[in-house]
């Protein structure tokens, strides 16, 4: 039977057009990430754009962050009790309705729910990472796996110097214009075009268990994220902090005893799933480290001596190659996947990442020399983004396939929400001035230390990878697991 424009072969559950579903996953998955970076250009103007002080409007940045942190483990659940295509129609259609709140907007309290639910269809990213693994042949799943993960890297670099031009030359509405047009096309092609086919299972959302996560994620996420505004011994981000901890370690508690739980945490402390997560941690440490460093190296002034006096479009375009880099290892990562197994691509997409800021380290008194150690450094991070839902889906049950790989996209963001913090408190750290009167500026030995302490975080991810269990000799490219395949509707 054909469902939409797409056919499903009901024996398989395959679909015959497998290239479709891949490109409209993939072309979905680079919309929702390009929030990521989509006010970044304008982040300096938006206290007077919404007639605001500077702490306040630092919350539209926070608040995407925050609301793909909560969405992806429950989107990932819902996927897994509802069918993973509806999830993923609600995910761009809260795009789409965000998209047009900030578009039509000009006050801080609407930005901020628009902004919120663009963050919440990030959980669009790993709901597509699990469903590709349905709909394709399984000699595709490790290209598409690939392709698919790599959107969530290259919407952010790409974002940056589309959103640059655009806040440049227009009003900053167009911004979300932009967005709206391009989530109106996400929630066309997914409901339109992507297969409908039977992959619920039995069971009940755990709304507790979402509501408790969410509290407890938001409170650390904001003591961490604010904790150098507000003061890291301040009672603000101390309360936000412990708070937090108190509410997951009693979510913990609560899931563990729960015969539904949102996250089944006896699955996340299997050895490969544990291990795979903490790599994501701090391999997604490693991502966010070069895109703060990087930009303000490139934007700083030629009169420190060692800024290289960029505009913030020029300095876009330069990262912009590394966010294209994600795109290119797709194929390698594909092949490193199916040749080597999960275990082998991740070790060595950190050492790459590692690699890369070493690179940086040394070589960071030309832009050239900053594009160089960012290609190197993305090329490491699509390699370890594809390899991590491969290690996932293959060690958790198929009822809990979405869910799982939202956990670990929860564990990319967590690091990258550390690594903001912790660059800040770093080039916090080593400051000088230009002048009498004139602010303090990073001395260029504290962005050196970022690249080191960026390159010591991959390297431990490494080690951590390369504990992982290696593939079972004689296993299939796929691991399919202990259950049927999802059944094509009709």
Same mark, same amino acid.
């Not at 819902?78 to 993973?84: F, N, P, R, S, V």
């Not at 960029?310 to 020029?314: C, D, K, P, R, Y």
């Not at 999960?342 to 070790?347: D, I, K, N, W």
């Given at each position: 039977m054909k469902t939409a424009s797409t056919e499903v072969d009901a024996a398989s559950g395959r679909t015959r057009s497998p290239g479709l579903i891949v490109a409209i996953l993939g072309f979905s998955g680079l919309c929702v990430a390009l929030m990521q970076s989509l006010v970044i250009p304008i982040q300096s103007e938006l206290p007077h754009l919404l007639h605001t002080s500077a702490s306040n409007s630092s919350w539209v940045l926070t608040a995407t962050l925050l609301g793909g942190a909560v969405a992806m483990p429950v989107a990932g659940r819902? #996927?897994?009790?509802? =069918?993973?295509r509806p999830v993923l129609v609600v995910s761009a259609l809260l795009l789409l309705v965000g998209s047009l709140v900030c578009a039509l907007s000009s006050a801080l309290v609407p930005v901020l729910i628009g902004r919120v639910l663009q963050g919440v269809a990030m959980g669009y990213i790993p709901v597509a990472v699990s469903f590709v693994r349905?709909?394709?042949? %399984? !000699? @595709?799943?490790?290209? %598409? $796996? %690939?392709?698919?993960? /790599?959107t969530l890297g290259v919407g952010g670099a790409l974002g940056l110097p589309l959103a640059a031009w655009l806040a440049q030359d227009y009003d900053w509405h167009v911004l979300f214009w932009m967005s709206t047009v391009l989530a109106v096309l996400m929630t066309a092609l997914s409901a339109l075009a992507l297969p409908h086919i039977r992959d619920t299972h039995a069971a009940h959302l755990d709304i507790v268990g979402a509501v408790g996560l969410a509290l407890g994620l938001v409170a650390v996420l904001v003591g961490v994220s604010k904790g150098n505004d507000w003061g890291w011994r301040s009672a603000g981000t101390l309360g936000m902090i412990v708070a937090g901890v108190v509410v997951l370690l009693a979510w913990g508690w609560y899931e563990l005893? +729960? +015969?539904d739980p949102l996250v089944d945490l006896r699955n996340t402390v299997r050895r490969p799933v544990l291990l795979t997560n903490i790599a994501a941690l701090l391999i997604g440490f490693g991502m966010m480290a070069q895109s703060i460093v990087v930009p303000q190296l490139l934007e700083m002034s030629k009169q420190t001596g060692y800024g290289l006096g960029? $505009?913030?479009? /020029?300095a876009g375009l330069w990262l912009a190659p590394a966010g294209l880099m994600m795109m290119f290892f797709a194929p390698v990562s594909s092949y490193l996947l199916t040749k080597f197994g =999960? !275990? $082998? /691509?991740? $070790?060595l997409g950190a050492a790459v990442l590692a690699l890369g800021y070493v690179i940086g380290a040394v070589l960071l008194h030309a832009p050239w020399q900053? @594009?160089? #150690?960012?290609?190197? /450094?993305? #090329? =490491?991070?699509g390699i370890g983004y594809a390899a991590m839902p491969t290690i996932i889906l293959e060690n958790v049950p198929a009822s809990e396939a979405a869910s799982s790989v939202g956990v670990n996209s929860l564990m990319r963001s967590v690091g990258t929400t550390i690594a903001g913090a912790v660059m800040a408190v770093v080039l916090t750290s080593q400051t000088s001035r230009l002048g009498p009167g004139l602010p303090e500026i990073p001395t260029l030995n504290a962005f050196r230390l970022c690249f080191i302490v960026g390159a010591v975080a991959a390297a431990v991810g490494a080690a951590f990878a390369f504990c992982v269990p290696g593939r079972r000799a004689g296993a299939d490219e796929v691991t399919v697991a202990a259950e049927p395949v999802a059944e094509a509707v009709g």
């Open positions: 819902l #996927a897994d009790i509802l =069918g993973k349905e709909v394709v042949p %399984a !000699r @595709m799943v490790n290209s %598409a $796996t %690939a392709l698919i993960s /790599a005893r +729960h +015969h960029q $505009t913030l479009l /020029a =999960g !275990r $082998t /691509a991740l $070790t900053l @594009m160089l #150690a960012s290609c190197v /450094a993305s #090329a =490491g991070v």
